[in-house]
């Protein structure tokens, strides 16, 4: 059974302080791993997609990386409107269906 | 914006009243699914659409069902609503091409009482 276990579950962070947020998973057949944002009474919002280890991605003051065992993202020098919950999610070999880690809510404070 | 809207976007309702969530879609996308959200769950699948008329059951699908009679349009009806039931309802679309990621509503927060 395809698992996500991202960590920690919630992380306070300075504005301009760096830090990352972890994604574990087991997963049968990855078809790709996806990483979402979302803010208070709206639905997630795609960021990345990663297909392979090694692979990296950025936008902005975050980057992505993946392994074969896990995926970090790393947000570079935050500012406050980078405060929001970040998802991670298997996208798995069956019609398409994702599996969702339970999220990290990031805070930056000014 | 992908162009997905929720309705309604909020309601109340009585334990045993069924209920329907509306999601309507202007992107012709193929793929539609339905997830629940709640805390220490996280998102959740109760159903997907693969097409007009073809759907599936997801992780949580007791108590739910779905109806897609045109590629715009995918309804969830809560059959008989209880209170574990009470939960924001996120539907989600999906292009039909390998590794396309999902976009979402903005949801439906449905409470039971």
């Known amino acids: 059974e395809d698992q996500v276990t991202q960590s920690p579950e919630a992380l306070r962070l300075q504005e301009g302080e760096s830090s990352s947020l972890n994604c574990s998973y087991t997963?049968?057949?990855?078809?790709?791993l996806f990483w979402y944002r979302q803010d208070p009474g709206k639905g997630p919002e795609f960021l990345f997609t990663?297909?392979?280890a090694g692979e990296e991605k950025e936008k902005e003051r975050l980057k992505a990386t993946l392994t074969k065992k896990e995926s970090f993202l790393h947000i570079t020098a935050p500012k406050p409107e980078d405060s929001a919950t970040y998802l991670c999610?298997?996208?798995?070999?069956?019609?398409?269906?994702?599996?969702f880690g339970d999220g990290t809510t990031l805070t930056v404070k000014p | 914006d992908a162009g997905i809207t929720q309705s309604p976007r909020h309601k109340v309702t009585e334990t045993g009243t069924p209920v329907t969530l509306r999601c309507h879609q202007t992107?012709?996308?193929?793929?539609m699914y339905w997830y629940r959200q709640d805390p220490g769950h996280g998102l959740r699948l109760i159903h997907y659409?693969?097409?007009?008329?073809?759907?599936d059951k997801g992780e949580v699908s007791d108590g739910y069902s779905v109806s897609r009679s045109k590629t715009e349009d995918f309804l969830l009806t809560l059959e008989s609503a209880t209170s574990s039931q009470t939960s924001v309802y996120f539907c989600?679309?999906?292009?039909?091409?390998?590794?396309?990621?999902?976009?979402f509503g903005n949801g439906t927060r449905l409470t039971v009482t």
């Open positions: 992107e012709n996308h193929r793929y």
């Open positions: 990663l297909y392979s």
């Open positions: 989600a679309i999906r292009e039909d091409r390998d590794n396309s990621p999902l976009h």
């Open positions: 659409s693969y097409g007009v008329k073809d759907t």
């Open positions: 997963v049968s057949g990855l078809r790709g």
């Open positions: 999610a298997l996208h798995n070999t069956n019609a398409g269906k994702s599996t």
